[in-house]
């Protein structure tokens, strides 16, 4: 029986839905998941087969007269964004997710939902034991540890896997389905600088009221990125008065456009540091001119300091050709949609008083080539003045095609269902998908999911009225 959910068409989702919001998930917790899944297939009587990732493959065979129709594999995975306000108290490894329904809004008390992605477990396990749908076969996949880098998904062992289509239940948006994600690549920078130590005079320039976002979703939006600002105004004030950098420090996560960055760099007296700070104001003056809408709390605080070392002239020219590399939208794509190809975000700089710097960038692509490419430019770069780069966390991207087979029966399935049309796209951030379809040869996918806002936040909600229509197109499009 559902215990806080009313007014819903179908109950079965809704009601795993409340039961794996029960279940302790955040990433890395998922052990309580799998046993729950291992459960229900053994209750139902269902084939299944669990890893050392903490995944779950769980079979169930076609109706009867379709047992020999070909697979299909839905795919979602079980753990959640462990997030809460700062008064909300709750413990994730041990605490249920209050569930509160606000008409057709879904939400918890405090913390995130977990609607991404339990909604899609969910109707992976509805589908699995709703006896009295017509199916094929199908195969569902329930990866751990999505949200810290695709972790289970990398680890499973897909010669388990049959299909040669899957319908990967995590995209946050009803009326488009994603035919393809980013790939994405590390890298740190490390510059040798020449630390000279001498007390003079400076100037703190703090960057602040930036808007940020996430490095890739929001990369085409316009704002901007702490760092690159930092760079820009250095660069400007160099140009006219030959400066020398003290500290730099901006940017926190990898895959976050940076809101915060302070830098000092030194002066010859305190009439130079105010000359500096006249001309900065003129710079910033400019910025301001050119900020969306998100970024107008863009604030820059000047203030004169002393300083007791700094970077020699020549290191203090590596650390500017470095931030004034190409960033954000490095390419679009030259076929519909039209939308970002190739992205950087130069997500983090941090100075080291014993001599060195260090730079971390995110590069994203639908193309396995174009991120050889931007790794290729950071090498090129580390080369000419003599830094050195490490490459990491690399994982590929997928692309799709817009009228493949699957997508249409995707969009014909959501029609009948809802009557209502919905749009091929892509997503220029990672999914499983990409490392899926990347080691499962043939493997033809999309990805779908019901209206989820505010993801990886606590202010998390789920439209319900929308995760009916997904679970009616599902079950409409496995109908044949
Ligand atoms: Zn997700």
């Given at each position: ?12 989702p ?117 006896k ?34 899957m319908?990967?239940?995590d ?52 704002r ?38 302070t830098?000092?760099f ?35 605080v ?79 770069i ?64 999309i ?27 599902v ?6």
């Open positions: 029986m559902l215990e806080t959910i009313k007014n819903i068409k179908n109950h079965l809704f009601y795993y839905f409340e039961q794996i919001s029960k279940i302790p998930r955040a990433s890395g917790n998922e052990r309580g998941m799998v046993e729950y899944i291992k459960n229900i297939a053994i209750e139902n009587g269902l084939e299944y087969y669990t890893d050392k990732g903490d995944n779950i493959l769980v079979r169930k065979k076609g109706s009867v007269g379709r047992e020999n129709e070909d697979t299909i594999m839905l795919q979602a995975h079980t753990d959640m964004v462990a997030e809460k306000n700062n008064n909300t108290v709750h413990d994730f490894a041990s605490d249920p997710i209050m569930l509160i329904q606000d008409g057709n809004i879904l939400r918890a008390n405090g913390t995130t939902l977990g609607a991404d992605d339990g909604f899609g477990v969910a109707i992976m396990l509805a589908v699995l034991t709703d009295s749908l017509s199916t094929p076969p199908i195969e569902c996949l329930f990866t751990a540890s999505e949200e810290i880098g695709l972790v289970g998904a990398g680890k499973f062992d897909y010669s388990k896997i049959n299909a040669k289509r319908i990967n239940l995209s946050a948006e009803e009326n488009t389905v994603i035919i393809g994600c980013c790939g994405g690549v590390r890298t740190e920078m490390t510059i040798p600088v020449d630390c000279i130590s001498e007390s003079t005079n400076g100037v703190k320039i703090t960057i602040g009221g930036l808007c940020g976002g996430h490095s890739g979703e929001d990369i085409d939006k316009g901007k990125n702490a760092n690159v600002v930092m760079g820009s105004i250095l660069g400007e004030i160099n140009k006219k008065i030959s400066l020398c950098i003290s500290s730099i420090s901006g940017g926190d996560k990898d895959n976050a456009i940076p809101r915060e960055c830098a000092i030194a002066t010859e007296s305190k009439e130079k540091s105010r000359e500096c700070i006249s001309l900065i104001e003129e710079v910033v003056a400019d910025i301001k001119r050119d900020l969306v809408d998100e970024d107008k709390s863009f604030l820059v000047l203030e004169e300091v002393s300083c007791s070392y700094h970077y020699s002239k020549e290191s203090t020219e590596k650390i500017l050709k470095v931030l004034s590399l190409p960033n954000a939208v490095l390419e679009y794509r030259k076929v519909k949609p039209i939308l970002p190809q190739t992205s950087r975000n130069l997500a983090k700089i941090r100075s080291y008083p014993d001599g060195k710097i260090t730079i971390g960038f995110s590069s994203r692509s639908y193309l396995e080539e174009k991120l050889d490419w931007s790794c290729a430019e950071l090498d090129k580390a080369r000419e003045i003599g830094a050195s780069t490490y490459h990491h966390e690399r994982y590929p991207g997928w692309q799709g095609e817009g009228d493949s087979a699957l997508v249409v029966d995707w969009q014909s399935a959501y029609e009948r269902a809802t009557g209502r049309r919905t749009e091929p796209t892509l997503i220029h951030a990672g999914l499983e998908c990409g490392l899926i379809t990347s080691k499962v040869n043939g493997l033809e996918a990805s779908v999911g019901a209206n989820v806002h505010d993801l990886h936040t606590p202010q998390e909600t789920m439209e319900i009225d929308s995760f009916d229509r997904i679970y009616d197109t079950v409409e499009l496995l109908k044949k």
